[in-house]
């Protein structure tokens, strides 16, 4: 059964099409907030053999119902974990391709994909400044990326003020040229559509819109040109089921406010 688009908020709508994203059997490396939210939900509902792995060190958590963690390094992260490592050794499973999926956020991300995470301005007098990389370039470098953001024009730029966590570079074959042969951005989640990248140009283009939303307000939302082909598809709603989850995950509205 599905629900009317009034009865969800746009961060649960956000959460729910980026937990449909992940696909059952993947390795997940998963970030703090709608990430993390996000890959729970898909472990719960269509996805019970996703491996979630926190920078932390947790290898397969089961994060507790209303415990959510603040951050990936918590010990709520580590509840009925399958393993407890080092963060060197959990960031040593992407380098030996381990992992299928690397799923985080960010402040900005541009055509190409590429995440800034460390600060908004100048380097030598930002106006903002912002968490920092943590193993953000380790896991955008070596795997397949899905990104979870809201869409907005300050957020979504021509041009990132810093790379934080590679995605295309430059566009074209930039990527391979710098010597990251592997990976690569796969998805963009928003709370207006799902996005992905060209094969050849690596620019980012609508893949699927959500429902009551036009490709013009995408574009609007947007600081760059998008590619908006003909055969566009529209998302299915979340589900009653998928929210009832979703809600019973987070009741006190830490990631889903």
């Known amino acids: 059964m599905t629900t009317e688009p009034g009865n969800c908020t ?6 729910v099409m980026s937990a449909r994203a992940l696909e059952d059997g993947q390795v997940v490396f998963a970030g ?3 990430p ?11 996805a019970p053999g996703v491996t979630i792995l926190f920078e932390g060190g947790t290898i397969g958590p089961h994060v507790v119902p209303g415990e959510l963690p603040p951050t990936t390094n918590e010990q709520r992260c580590t509840r009925k974990a399958n393993m407890l490592v080092s963060i060197t050794e959990v960031l040593l499973l992407l380098q030996r ?5 690397g799923f985080m956020g960010g402040a900005q991300i541009d055509q190409y994909g590429n995440l800034n995470s460390s600060f908004i301005g100048s380097a030598d007098d930002p106006s903002v400044r912002l968490p920092g990389t943590g193993g953000g370039n380790d896991i955008a470098s070596l795997t397949k990326m899905i990104v979870a953001m809201p869409q907005e024009k300050r957020r979504f730029v021509e041009k990132v003020d810093f790379v934080t966590s ?9 990527r391979v040229d710098s010597g990251l042969v592997a990976g690569g951005m796969y998805r963009v989640v928003t709370d207006l559509a799902v996005l992905g990248f060209d094969d050849g140009t690596g620019r980012m283009k609508v893949l699927d819109l959500h429902p009551g939303v036009t490709a013009e307000q995408v574009q609007e939302n947007t600081g760059f040109e998008l590619s908006i082909g003909p055969d566009v598809g529209v998302t299915e709603l979340p589900t009653d089921e998928e929210l009832a989850a979703l809600r ?10």
Do not use: F, W
């Not at 746009?10 to 959460?15: F, P, Y």
């Not at 729970?40 to 269509?46: G, I, P, V």
């Not at 019973?248 to 406010?257: C, E, G, N, T």
């Open 10 to 15: 746009a961060s649960e709508l956000l959460c």
């Open 32 to 34: 703090v907030g709608i």
């Open 36 to 46: 993390l939210l996000a890959a729970t939900l898909a472990q719960r509902m269509h």
């Open 97 to 101: 391709g381990y992992v299928d999926v």
């Open 166 to 174: 590679p995605g295309y570079l430059t566009g074209g074959t930039s």
């Open 248 to 257: 019973h995950l987070d009741p006190d509205k830490v990631y889903i406010a």
